[in-house]
């Protein structure tokens, strides 16, 4: 086969599997398809098919691709640090997505735990490393501002007082709620997550500003530090 032969094979095939993402969506794709499609808009003339494949056979699985590190993307023949990039782009974008979706004009207001829970979800997609967000709400819990406070290493983020509280003071905030992850860890907190905790809601209290919750994340689940210490409190008083 010709370079001419072989460049209108490639094209026909992308044509067939955009006009299959036209009528079905990603649901009808395999995994390999879905990066395969993907790489179309990095690599405008090569063969992705068979690098979706190599991507899914080194990783395992598409979030565990666009998980990856980097270096461990560009040890896969056909990838570049351009194309690595795009694929690292993709968690993010999604987070970036929800941010936005769950917002209506600069008032947002939040008063359900799981809804709160959900929009700190959306701000931890595809982060590796340890992040701690503080959200600043006035007194009818309209959102005013997120703040990423700190942005550690895998092994720990430093959480910051005086920053959470300048913020607050900032912010004319009647509310705050800290949010930060567990990468590929449990939703418990640690005894140092209880500690920085207590030590940040009695700052706050100074200024007259209320630690309203401090959520641990994990993927897509989440949990509530200030709710479930009110239920070991209730559990204990009975």
């Known amino acids: 086969m010709t370079p001419r032969d072989t460049q209108n094979t490639h094209a026909d095939h992308r044509k067939r599997l955009k006009a299959r ?9 395999d995994k390999h398809e879905v990066l395969e ?10 063969d992705t098919n068979a690098i979706g494949h190599a991507l899914i056979d080194r990783f395992g699985s598409i979030s565990a691709v666009f ?27 999604v987070g970036v997505y929800l941010y936005d979706l769950d917002r209506e004009g600069n008032k947002v207001k939040y008063f359900d735990y799981n809804e709160m829970g959900r929009f700190f979800v959306s701000k931890f997609v595809g982060k590796q490393t340890e992040a701690l967000y503080a959200a600043y709400f006035d007194n009818g819990m309209h959102l005013i501002d997120c703040t990423l406070i700190s942005d550690g290493e895998v092994n720990g983020s430093h959480m910051s007082v005086r920053k959470v509280v300048s913020g607050a003071l900032a912010n004319d905030a009647s509310f705050v709620v800290l949010a930060h992850n567990h990468p590929k860890g449990t939703v418990l907190p640690s ?8 030590v940040c809601k009695a700052a706050l209290n100074v200024v007259d500003v209320v630690l309203y919750e401090h959520y641990i994340i994990s993927g897509t689940r989440y949990m509530g530090l200030c709710t479930a210490q009110k239920m070991v409190d209730t559990e204990k008083n009975k």
């Open 21 to 29: 993402f036209l009528e079905h969506g990603l649901s009808a794709f």
């Open 67 to 93: 998980d990856a590190s980097i270096e461990a993307l560009c040890s896969v023949q056909g990838i570049s640090e351009h194309t690595a990039i795009l694929l690292k782009m993709m968690p993010q974008l």
């Open 37 to 46: 499609m993907l790489l179309f808009y990095a690599l405008p003339r090569k």
């Open 191 to 198: 005894d140092s997550d209880i500690t920085a905790t207590n």
